[in-house]
């Protein structure tokens, strides 16, 4: 520290050098500055352009018969009726299933075992998971309840796309909680409450936007998940509510629909594109806004 | 919490209204898909069966059938006699299609071009790398075909529509059958791969001077550049329907050991050579006889009445005795 002190010239000794070293950190500063302008440029370049192509080919594929109808051979006006009523039914059970496993583990983690050989074995198995590529657990799931079970299901997709919502869950709930201040849990502590009070009463509701936030970023991934629905719940032509029997979902449409050689069905793997780009985002920003409208 | 509940009760909801039709599951072979799908859309109008036909690729629906995970499965190349053994199957063939070169050269319409099999196993092999070669402009005297770079592509999975491809260049070139073979997918010595028929057509599409291999029903639909070949017999045809039949019906089902009829390269003067039937498997030991009855009556109604949406979307139909004699064997083996 004292070597760089000395470097730096003071004003009055050297005007011309110290003069020489701010344009130097100038010309950095506006160097890194336009690196950085640049990146960001060509991120949003490439997002809008993702985006426009988008709207313009989804929007000519949208009609009320998507809505309407389900999928259909090429050439029959078929709609995405099924499919999106598939995925709605597979996110929310999924989510439904992976939520609480995910809270549990996370709070497990944060508050009974920051530190122990079980916290950390734990800790380490959830981010593998996290960043275990989907499909595989798409053949996981395929070979334990699919293949035994003899035959594609509703609900294995499901248990698939739960199995995504879990380590996601499990990550947020425990960072978010290992945000609070030991102050405030020794303060509920030092009240006479029992941990478990502490933990619901007080560590959840002050790190609800987190936890929150974290399920609906759960939600949002596996809305558009292809690959762990391929081998689970297959797929489906026909409209069916059965979750013991094959379900429709929108990504695995899409994926079927987009490299078809049938007009009618790229048009419509374009729509669905839309609708669940167009679901991701509304259920963020109505989370955000709900979110903000409490606090 | 009170958005846990919602869900909840939606999924509780959803189990209540469960529909339960009668609903057949196959999967398989991306090639028959569209006529599986839209004889389904018929049949369950007609005999009031529900089929969910998810085109998985040949060699996932020969897995699934074999994995019991499926009513039945489906794929475009019969599959070896041992594994039916072992896996209790029998396979019986639906429908036929045909194979089509596609090319990308300025100034050539659809079937103007002529192609003959031992210059495309060259072609494919890197041995001919430019379209003015002299053996292509002896074949092509009426047009001027350009110093450009021949670009093969083919397709980079697994696919039916490359077993038959191969087939036929091991057909017609014994090196090519010796070197290289007939699979699924194969060990190309020259080209670049795409991914599924849509990949390969646009690659063709986008790149000049670049010549591929795809279905017929998917060149037609998308009215891609097609070529001519010459069949055993000498004589150049185009890709037409007429062609199609010509060679099918040459085909020798009779001693066709699990209907696994060859019918590449078929004599006859109006025959298109890369012709190739599409095949389903089903369990001979179903666990469960209803469905498996489902799926009987599935396809006694597509052989029955299937024939001319078959034909609507370039395919083509079952010589009836065929059918007859499939049924029979049904019949016999599946109780």
Redesign the interface.
Same mark, same amino acid.
């Given at each position: 520290m004292s070597a760089t002190l000395s470097v730096i010239p003071g004003p009055a000794k050297d005007m011309n050098a110290s003069l020489a070293l701010g344009r130097k950190r100038k010309r950095a500063n506006r160097i890194v500055k336009t690196l950085c302008l640049t990146a960001t440029g060509l991120g949003l370049i490439f997002l809008a352009s993702i985006l426009a192509t988008l709207l313009s080919k989804g929007i000519a594929g949208l009609s009320l018969t998507v809505f309407t109808t389900s999928t259909?051979?090429?050439g029959?006006h078929g709609g995405l009726l099924n499919a999106i009523v598939g995925t709605l039914?597979q996110t929310?059970?999924g $989510? $439904?299933i992976g939520?609480p496993i995910g809270l549990m583990v996370g709070t497990y983690l944060a508050e009974y075992a920051r530190d122990s050989a079980l916290g950390n074995a734990v800790r380490f198995v959830s981010d593998i998971l996290l960043s275990a590529p989907s499909i595989l657990i798409g053949l996981f799931v395929y070979q334990i309840v699919?293949?035994p079970l003899?035959?594609?299901s509703g609900f294995a997709g499901c248990l698939a796309l739960a199995l995504i919502v879990i380590p996601i869950v499990v990550r947020t709930t425990e960072d978010m909680l290992r945000l609070i201040p030991s102050q405030l849990r020794e303060a509920v502590i030092g009240l006479g409450a029992p941990k478990w009070k502490m933990i619901v009463l007080i560590c959840y509701r002050a790190a609800r936007e987190g936890i929150v936030t974290g399920i609906l970023l759960a939600v949002a991934r596996i809305s558009g998940e292809t690959a762990p629905l391929?081998f689970t719940s @297959?797929? #489906?032509? =026909?409209?069916?509510?059965? @979750? !013991?029997?094959?379900m429709a979902s929108l990504p695995v449409t899409i994926y079927?629909y987009a490299?078809? $050689?049938?007009q009618d069905w790229v048009d419509l793997a374009w729509a669905g594109a839309l609708l669940i780009t167009a679901a991701v985002l509304a259920v963020n920003i109505v989370a955000r806004t709900l979110l903000r409208g409490r606090k | 919490m009170r958005l846990?509940a919602t869900?909840?009760a939606?999924?509780l909801g959803?189990?209540a209204? $469960?529909?339960?039709?009668q609903?057949i !599951?196959g999967?398989g072979a991306t090639f028959p898909a569209?006529v599986y799908?839209?004889w389904?859309?018929a049949a369950?109008a007609a005999a009031g069966l529900?089929? #969910?036909? +998810?085109?998985?690729g040949s060699g996932g629906g020969q897995n699934q059938i074999l =994995?019991?995970?499926?009513d039945f499965g489906a794929s475009d190349a019969p599959m070896d006699p041992a594994k039916l053994e072992s896996g209790k199957l029998l396979q019986l063939p639906t429908v036929m299609g045909a194979v089509v070169p596609i090319v990308n050269l300025p100034g050539i319409a659809s079937n103007q071009l002529k192609l003959t099999g031992p210059l495309l196993t060259e072609i494919y092999a890197g041995k001919i790398v430019k379209w003015n070669d002299p053996k292509l402009v002896e074949l092509n005297p009426g047009f001027a075909l350009p110093n450009l770079a021949i670009a093969p592509v083919y397709r980079a999975d697994g696919s039916g529509t490359t077993f038959v491809f191969a087939s036929y260049l091991s057909a017609v070139s014994p090196e090519w059958k010796e070197k290289v073979g007939a699979a699924t997918s194969v060990k190309w010595p020259a080209g670049t791969g795409s991914?599924? #028929?849509?990949?390969v057509s646009a690659t063709v599409a986008n790149l000049k001077g670049a010549i591929g291999y795809v279905e017929n029903?998917?060149a037609s +639909? #998308?009215k891609l550049t097609t070529a001519q070949l010459r069949n055993r017999d000498g004589k150049f045809v185009s890709p037409t329907e007429a062609a199609f039949v010509a060679a099918a019906s040459n085909g020798d089902w009779a001693n066709a050991k699990n209907f696994a009829v060859n019918l590449i390269d078929q004599a006859g003067a109006a025959s298109w050579p890369i012709v190739s039937a599409t095949f389903i498997l089903l369990p001979k030991d179903p666990?469960d006889p209803a469905r498996s009855a489902n799926v009987r009556k599935f396809f006694e109604w597509a052989y029955k009445s299937g024939d001319a949406i078959a034909k609507g979307?370039d395919y083509i139909a079952l010589p009836a005795a065929v059918k007859e004699a499939a049924l029979k064997t049904w019949s016999a083996e599946i109780k």
């Open positions: 259909l051979p090429p029959s039914i929310v059970l $989510a $439904a939520t699919v293949s003899g035959g594609f391929l @297959l797929g #489906n032509l =026909n409209w069916s509510l059965s @979750l !013991t029997k094959p079927q490299g078809s $050689a049938f | 846990a869900a909840l939606l999924g959803v189990f209204f $469960a529909a339960q039709a609903q !599951t999967a569209p799908t839209k389904g859309e369950k529900e089929l #969910n036909y +998810q085109a998985i =994995n019991r995970t499926v991914k599924g #028929n849509d990949g029903a998917f +639909q #998308n666990k979307l």
